[in-house]
């Protein structure tokens, strides 16, 4: 069965978080999740390391799934973990 535009999207997002959780090694899932209307995000945390992984995988992820070019796959995760990613438990400012 092919996906609309609209359900890829929701495949997507589910997809992304669900693979946020299991490179940074939190027993979550999206479903764990969904109905949160706070900052769900800001509960757990991952490695500057473990968000670059993520976004790798994302951007082979979206170029697959959207058939878009690498910039647009790469701009779109970093959109992405900005606005769901976890915080960085090693960053240094």
Not at 1 to 12: A, D, V
Not at 54 to 64: F, N
Not at 78 to 92: Q, T
């Amino acid at each position: 069965m092919r996906l609309n535009r609209e359900q890829k999207q929701e495949k997507m997002v589910v997809d992304l978080i669900n693979k946020m959780f299991e490179i940074a090694g939190h027993d979550v899932t999206y479903d764990d999740i969904k109905e949160r209307k706070d900052a769900w995000y800001s509960e757990w945390t991952m490695t500057t390391q473990q968000s670059e992984e993520w976004i790798e995988w994302g951007v082979i992820y979206l170029k697959k799934l959207f058939r878009m070019n690498t910039a647009r796959a790469k701009k779109d995760m970093l959109w992405i973990n900005l606005m769901w990613g976890l915080k960085y438990s090693d960053f240094k400012s």
